[in-house]
């Protein structure tokens, strides 16, 4: 199947050049087309003959001397010096040898364990199947959590968000929109209507056509990409060749004077050359190889206690010549769990204990658990944070266990409810949902509106900077002609953002009038309910890691999409 641009075609015209239809394959049909397009998955590089991983210790410019120089040797008759540097050769060689077969075996073993399923449309009907059993023209379920098993036109989505940054590196999850017709050069980052192999679903539902599947995906292409780069040298072989050019230089030298004065001295040819090329041999250090070998072995051991795989022995030692590392912040120095740690609602300051998603702690002022129905403004925005919210946080009765899903800061925030004493789902079910307005980063917000017995309930969580922009006074608010200066609301914020907070901004607007379908555009007249601050807690060992490095004169770069004040 040639390449197409998926992105700049809809839905139907997808399925007619895929061969099938938006209600997916049949059962035979799919065998038909894993017969003709192979299993999809991107194929490895062959493994390498066991006679390659033996040559390959012996191809450095310092062990090209000692070979010339154990010929040289044995040419001479001096089998002693001839057999010793034979044993050198043999088992600097074993010992690399022995190192790379084994962690050859154990990457390939690695890769084995790794097995995903998907889920497809077959024969009229939903069934779980083997992601390498995918083809062009499946229908392909996605859900939060999910990874993408292969290239997709998307046909359908529900407020689905996929992190690309696997290909992209945008950190954010990205929005998709299956009703979207891109043009033809739309760039990979700006596909909202394709959904990549690799990628991860965060939140919403989806469903796609497969377009690509192996090496005819995005990843299989950037695969295939890395495949021509040549190997880079470590430092150390650098050196190496460097040492070794040196030392056959200054042998060369050596000789070459030896001879000049032997035969100024008129000494016969034969003794000269004898006493130049034993002095050329002895100069050459026998051991240093193997003691190099030994010294990367020992290191590559204690790596693997560590868990860390080391194919080629050189690699340990380029670890050792890093001077910079850049991190991503989310998932890899944190936790990737946000946690509310601080509500601000007016002049009422909230702590709240417990780490991560669990709702395992309290909310709590002057160190005294808080009532939320007497904290009315508090109860507000717990409320309104919870009803603006696309996450799901639930309790597996049976195993006493918590399971979640959708966006880490919709989580937190129910978590947050939970801990104040608030059932987000019984909240829910008492506020019918009318309209939503997802966040997206361009919006920097987003919105709910709700009908309830008494009227609409219109709630808003986002930047505070945005959010207060919608407001005309803080609640309670009796309208514009209440005093409202949104610098002054704001002020709180940048110190909180020193602190290393993530700050919400949390607003609602309460209408008599039942709320109608389509009334939910730019939000307008809000009364600010206070402001959500939460961290993400960092792994455990990170700061001692991260001090680890600056003993050893390693510079670490956090690499972070957070304002500046918070990644600061």
Not at 126 to 141: A, C, H, K, Q, S
Not at 240 to 253: P, W
Not at 407 to 423: E, H, N, W
Request: hydrophobic share 45%; aromatic share 4%.
């Amino acid at each position: 199947m040639k390449p197409t641009d998926w992105h700049a075609l809809d839905p139907e015209e997808s399925a007619a050049r895929l061969g099938t239809s938006l209600s997916g394959l049949r059962e035979e049909e799919a065998s038909a087309r894993l017969e003709r397009f192979g299993p999809n998955k991107i194929q490895p590089p062959k493994p390498t003959p066991h006679w390659q991983i033996a040559l390959r210790q012996f191809q450095s410019p310092l062990i090209y001397v000692l070979l010339l120089a154990g010929a040289i040797a044995a040419l001479l008759g001096e089998l002693a010096d001839s057999g010793f540097i034979a044993a050198v050769l043999v088992v600097n060689a074993t010992i690399g040898f022995v190192n790379e077969f084994r962690a050859d075996r154990a990457v390939r073993s690695l890769s084995r364990l790794v097995s995903s399923h998907a889920r497809v449309h077959r024969d009229g009907r939903v069934v779980d199947v083997d992601t390498v059993d995918l083809v062009p023209g499946d229908l392909l379920l996605l859900e939060g959590g999910v990874r993408v098993g292969a290239d997709m036109r998307l046909v359908e989505t529900r407020s689905l968000h996929i992190d690309e940054s696997l290909l992209s590196g945008e950190s954010l999850a990205i929005e998709k929109h299956a009703d979207a017709v891109l043009e033809p050069d739309t760039a990979l980052a700006e596909r909202v209507n394709m959904a990549f192999a690799g990628s991860l679903a965060t939140s919403g539902r989806g469903l796609g056509l497969v377009t690509g599947t192996g090496a005819q995906t995005e990843l299989g292409a950037i695969a295939a990409q890395l495949q021509d780069v040549p190997p880079e040298t470590a430092p150390l072989q650098r050196r190496m060749e460097r040492f070794a050019r040196r030392l056959g230089a200054a042998a060369a030298v050596l000789c070459a004077v030896l001879v000049g004065l032997g035969l100024a001295r008129s000494q016969p040819l034969e003794e000269v050359l004898l006493g130049a090329i034993a002095l050329a041999v002895s100069a050459i250090p026998e051991g240093l190889p193997v003691a190099l070998t030994v010294a990367l072995a020992v290191a590559v051991s204690r790596m693997a206690r560590r868990g860390v795989v080391v194919r080629h022995l050189p690699a340990v030692e380029a670890l050792g010549s890093c001077g910079v590392i850049a991190t991503d912040k989310t998932g890899t120095l944190t936790r990737n769990q946000l946690t509310v740690e601080r509500v601000l609602a007016g002049s009422l300051h909230v702590d709240v204990t417990g780490v991560g998603y669990q709702p395992e702690g309290e909310v709590l002022h002057h160190r005294r658990p808080v009532l939320l129905p007497e904290e009315q403004r508090l109860f507000r925005l717990t409320r309104a944070a919870c009803l603006a919210n696309e996450g799901s946080l639930t309790c597996r009765e049976e195993a006493r266990t918590w399971e979640w899903s959708g966006d880490p800061t919709d989580v937190a925030l129910l978590a947050f409810g939970i801990k104040a004493g608030l059932d987000p789902v019984t909240l829910i079910e008492n506020h019918e949902l009318i309209a939503a307005l997802p966040f997206e980063s361009e919006r920097r917000y987003a919105a709910t509106l709700h009908r309830r017995e008494s009227g609409g309930l219109l709630c808003v969580k986002g930047a505070p900077e945005q959010v207060i922009a919608m407001c005309n006074g803080e609640y309670p608010c009796d309208g514009p002609a209440a005093p409202w200066d949104p610098k002054a609301a704001l002020a709180p914020v940048e110190a909180l953002m020193r602190r290393g907070y993530r700050v919400l901004a949390i607003a609602e607007a309460e209408t008599t009038s039942p709320p109608r379908p389509g009334a939910l555009s730019e939000p307008t007249g809000l009364s600010l309910l206070g402001f959500v601050c939460m961290t993400d807690p960092p792994r455990p060992g990170v700061s001692e890691a991260v001090a680890s490095c600056h003993r050893a004169g390693i510079r670490v770069i956090m690499v972070t999409g957070d304002h500046a004040a918070t990644a600061l």
